[in-house]
Structures are given as structure tokens and as C-alpha cells.
């Protein structure tokens, strides 16, 4: 039993070495596809780098060919229209010139050329000259508006300083007049007041020189303030009515109704 068991283990295992072979071989080996796209590409390949190699030589050969094709037409020779002269370049500074047959009309020409250019570079002198004197006068007439124009703006700005000045100069005047007339009308409101007052005092003082009874008019007679007595019944007792307590109270110096026991007070009667 135990044998049949292992034989049945080992079975196992080897079916499971068996799928991890042939799983690996399946992730190791490529597709056909896969295969026959890079047998594509190395043909293309191929067949690219001939086409690279001559292109690469047709730009090298085509610098080469433009030198040689310059090098020869600078060995050709020169006719110069100017001088119908024909000229060979022999190397790098050494030039040859051969004059080629002229014309009696072609000398007559060059006779009246050199005149007309004489003018011409006469000409072209007095109007650069003209033109730099034009210059100079326009920059003279610039300078001479620009120094006008900084004197006007000066003078109106010294202008505007004055006038500023000048209506500074009137606002504290007012100013300062102003102020006066209302320092002048405060010494006066208070002189006014002050006078006032003086008249009231005045006045108050003559009404009460007036109400002040004439003590020449009077008797006084002593009162010994009694128990249990009071200032409205020594009024009763002396004057009949109660009109007397102002009295009593100014001749003795009281300031309310209280008095006590013993307490001598000075009656005014009228003679």
C-alpha cells in the first residue's frame, strides 16, 4: 500500500516537472510570426544601406565638383566694360590687362565723361555744402526757439511765483485783519459784558442800600429767648404778625428759625 502510494507521488511530481518544462519552453521559443517580421527587417536592412552608401558619396563628390567648376572659370579672362580692356588673372595679385581696339567715337566719349564727372562731383560738393549750411541754420534757428521757449517758460514761471506770492501775501492780510476784528470785537463784547456786570453789581448794591433799614429808626429792645419759645411767637409777641422773623433774623445774624433757651436777641421796633 505504502508503495503504491509513493509510485502515485512520484507520478505526480514528474507530471508537474513535465508541464514546467513545457511551459518554459513555450515563453522561450518565439512565434512564427514574431520570426518571419524580423527576417523582414534584416532585408530591409540590407537593401537600405547601398542606397546610404551612394549618397553619402554623391555629397562628397558634389563640394569637389562646384571647386573644380569655380577654379576654371576664374582662369577665364575678363573683358571690363568700362575700359574695353580684357583681363588675364595670373595667380592670386597679378593681374594682366590688354587693351582691346577703340573707336574714335569711343575716345570722344571718355574726352566727355571726364568733364561731366568733374561736374558732376562739383555739384554734388556745393549741394553737400548747401545741405550742411541748411543744416547748421535749421540747428541755429532750433537753438535760438529753444532758448526762447526756456525764457518764456521762465519768465512765466517767475511770473507764477509772483502772483502766488502776491495772493499769499493778500489771504494773510485778511487773514490777519480778520483776526483783528475779531479780537477787536471780543474786547468788545467783553468790555460790553464787563460793563454790564459793573451796572448790575451797582444797581444791586443801590437796591440794597435801599432795602437796608435805618437803624436810626429803630429801638431795639433785649429778648431773653424763654423754654420752649420760638421765633414766630416773639414775632406775634412784638410785631402782631409774622413778619417780624426777617427782621429779627437781619438784626441777629440768623440764618434759619432755630433758637435756644437763654439766647438774648436784639428786637428793632420802629420809634
Known amino acids: 500500500m ?7 507521488k512520484e507520478n505526480d511530481q514528474a507530471g508537474e516537472l513535465r508541464s514546467r518544462v513545457e511551459r518554459h519552453k513555450a515563453k ?3 512565434k512564427r510570426s514574431k520570426t518571419h517580421q524580423n527576417k523582414k527587417k534584416k532585408s530591409k536592412v ?3 544601406f547601398p542606397i546610404i552608401k551612394a549618397l553619402a558619396l554623391f555629397f562628397i563628390l558634389l ?7 569655380y577654379s576654371y572659370l576664374q582662369k577665364l579672362p ?5 575700359t574695353d580692356q580684357i583681363v588675364f588673372e595670373n595667380g592670386e595679385d597679378a593681374k594682366e590687362t590688354i587693351p582691346t581696339t577703340a573707336t574714335a567715337k569711343d575716345l570722344k566719349g ?3 565723361k571726364e568733364p561731366s564727372k568733374a561736374e558732376a562731383k562739383k555739384e554734388k560738393e556745393e549741394a553737400k555744402a548747401k545741405a550742411e549750411a541748411e543744416a547748421r541754420k535749421q540747428q541755429a534757428k532750433e537753438e535760438e526757439q529753444a532758448k526762447k521757449k526756456a525764457e518764456e517758460n521762465a519768465k512765466a514761471e ?7 506770492k502776491a495772493e499769499q501775501e493778500a489771504k494773510d492780510k485778511a487773514k490777519a485783519e480778520q483776526e483783528a476784528k475779531e479780537k477787536a470785537r471780543a474786547q468788545q463784547l467783553a468790555d460790553e459784558k464787563a460793563k454790564r456786570e459793573a451796572a448790575e453789581k451797582k444797581k444791586v448794591a443801590q437796591n440794597a442800600q435801599a432795602e437796608k433799614p435805618d437803624k436810626d429808626e429803630y ?3 433785649l429778648h431773653t429767648v424763654q423754654p420752649q419759645e420760638t421765633l414766630f411767637r416773639i414775632s406775634m409777641n412784638y410785631y402782631k404778625s409774622q413778619e417780624g422773623i426777617a427782621l429779627i433774623q437781619e438784626w441777629n445774624g440768623l440764618n434759619g428759625n432755630e433758637i435756644s433757651k437763654g439766647q438774648v436777641l436784639k428786637i428793632p421796633i420802629k420809634k
Open 2 to 8: 505504502n508503495r503504491v502510494q509513493k509510485s502515485d
Open 28 to 30: 522561450s521559443m518565439p
Open 63 to 69: 563640394p569637389i565638383g562646384f571647386y573644380s567648376l
Open 158 to 164: 517767475q511770473e507764477a511765483k509772483e502772483k502766488a
Open 46 to 48: 540590407k537593401f537600405k
Open 219 to 221: 429801638k431795639v429792645v
Open 110 to 112: 571718355n574726352d566727355e
Open 78 to 82: 575678363v573683358q571690363d566694360p568700362k
